[in-house]
Each structure stands twice: as C-alpha cells, then as structure tokens.
C-alpha cells in the first residue's frame, strides 16, 4: 500500500497539503488509516510543474518522508499549480531511487498504488509488451513504472482514459494466462501539466480507497476556519489516496471502476471499464 496526493488549482506552497492538514500526507506516511499497512516509509517523490503544459521537475528519495529536511525545505518555498506527491509502501520490488514514484516521462508523471498481482511471473510478458523505443527510459523494477510505459505504448498521450483502459486489460488477459484470478489492483494519477486524470479500479472490484475534494466555493462556505485564508481558486481541486482532513462534506469518493479528469473549470467523472488491446 502507498498512499499519494495531487492537485491542480491556483498556484500553492506544496506543504500547504503535504505537511499542513490535519491528516497530511505526512501523517498518513506514518499513520494511514486506509489500506492494510499502517506505514509507507519505503521512499517519496514528488512531480511539479512550473506552470502547465512544461515539463515537470521530480524530486525523490528512499527516505521515509517524515524525516527527509529536503522535502519540507522543498515543500514550504515551490509553489505549483499542478503537483503530486507519494509515499511508498514497496510490494516487494526493492527500496531504491528509481522505484520511488512518480515517475515521468516527457511531460507526463505517474502515480500509483495498488499491485499486479504476482507480478514476478507477468514480468517477462508485460515488459516485451512495451514499445522499443520507450524501453530504454524504464530506470526502476516496479510493476507501477512497468504499467506506466505500458500505456504510453498504448496511446496515453493521445487518448489518456483509453490507453490506461488498454493497459489494464492487458495485465488482466497477461493475468489470466498465467492463472492469477486478480491481476489488477490500482488507484493512480498521470497528468500531462494540463490535465489531471485519476483512476481506481481492481479485478476483484474491491479496489483502494480514492477521494476527491468538493467545490472550493462551497467549502469555504461550510469550513471557514480551514479555507477562508488560503489562496486557493474556487476551481481547485485535491485527489487523494485518504482524506487529509475529517470534515463533512469536504470529500467525494471516487466509485469503484471509475476514472476522474480534472483542468481549469472543469470536473468530469466516467465508468473505467478495462479493454485488452486488439
């Protein structure tokens, strides 16, 4: 289990959401409430753009988060419109700086939690599935970067929604092939600086837990105590592993099998259904 965050919005100090709410990112890399592990002290990363649609900066390492002075020197002075920050749980790959997520490629980062399923024994199949020219740029040995290259090879710059569609019915078919009843387990986030899209999804339809925050407007409305001072956009909005703060009303659940898109002004909530590549 990981646990990560993203937001798109008016431009912020990333620690007003890493570190500042009362159930941080933080805190929930020593206290997660949802999920099987309590902790996710395996490494951290975070994505950022300057502004939209540039190429993203990454900072990462296999430090536990809650110890790491250079992210919260980092965190408290870049301020961001779109960023995305993870920590991690390793489902048995190894702690080092190329697993730690995101992970980008180009002007695309990529977030995940959740696992393939007995991925040592897809490996082979799934990695000869990704396009030669990207195989060069797989740095680490998660199946989290491994589904990331598999749908780019499968259109995600063009057609986001589909090609992660694609890739998860190729690891469900690559799956079933080798006898895993539930290969697919994922909540995660990729973004090209211009939008935001957010998945969550299982075989077993029994999927990690996956929020998003409600109208800016309305929240401040409802909680001033908490919103009035921030300089945040009406049309921001947070996605989360788990909620960084108990107040009703503030959060929406993701439903299983469904993917989010979110960019200026716009909030757009679909069904996810996997669609093996012909």
């Not at 950022?48 to 430090?63: E, I, L, Q």
């Not at 536990?64 to 048995?92: I, K, Y």
């Not at 290259?149 to 986001?160: I, K, R, S, V, Y």
Request: a negative charge.
């Amino acid at each position: 289990m990981c646990r990560w965050l993203a937001y798109t919005g008016s431009p912020i100090a990333m620690e007003k959401l890493i570190y500042e709410p009362e159930h941080s990112l933080i805190d929930q890399s020593l206290h997660a409430r949802y999920g099987d592990e309590t902790v996710n002290g395996d490494g951290f990363g975070v994505g950022y753009y300057a502004d939209y649609g540039v190429s993203p900066a990454v900072f990462k390492d296999t430090k536990p988060a809650w110890g790491d002075r250079n992210l919260r020197e980092l965190a408290r002075h870049v301020r961001s419109p779109l960023f995305m920050a993870h920590v991690r749980a390793s489902s048995g790959t190894a702690i080092q700086q190329t697993n730690c997520h995101p992970f980008r490629y180009g002007t695309w980062i990529w977030m995940h939690n959740g696992v393939i399923s007995e991925f040592s024994r897809l490996k082979r199949d799934l990695v000869m599935a990704i396009a030669p020219e990207l195989y060069p740029s797989i740095e680490g040995s998660t199946d989290s970067e491994v589904m990331f290259f598999l749908a780019l090879t499968l259109g995600l710059q063009e057609d986001p929604p589909g090609a992660v569609e694609r890739m998860a019915g190729l690891v469900e078919r690559t799956g079933w092939s080798h006898n895993v009843e539930h290969p697919v387990q994922m909540s995660l986030s990729t973004s090209n600086g211009e939008r935001l899209w957010s998945f969550r999804y299982s075989t077993e339809r029994h999927s990690r837990s996956l929020f998003h925050s409600t109208n800016m407007e309305s929240l401040r409305k409802l909680h001033p105590e908490v919103f009035e001072l921030l300089e945040i956009s009406d049309e921001a909005r947070v996605v989360v592993s788990e909620p960084l703060r108990d107040l009703p009303g503030l959060w929406l659940e993701v439903p299983e099998s469904t993917y989010t898109v979110v960019k200026p002004g716009m909030f757009e909530m679909h069904p996810f259904t996997p669609k093996p590549p012909k």
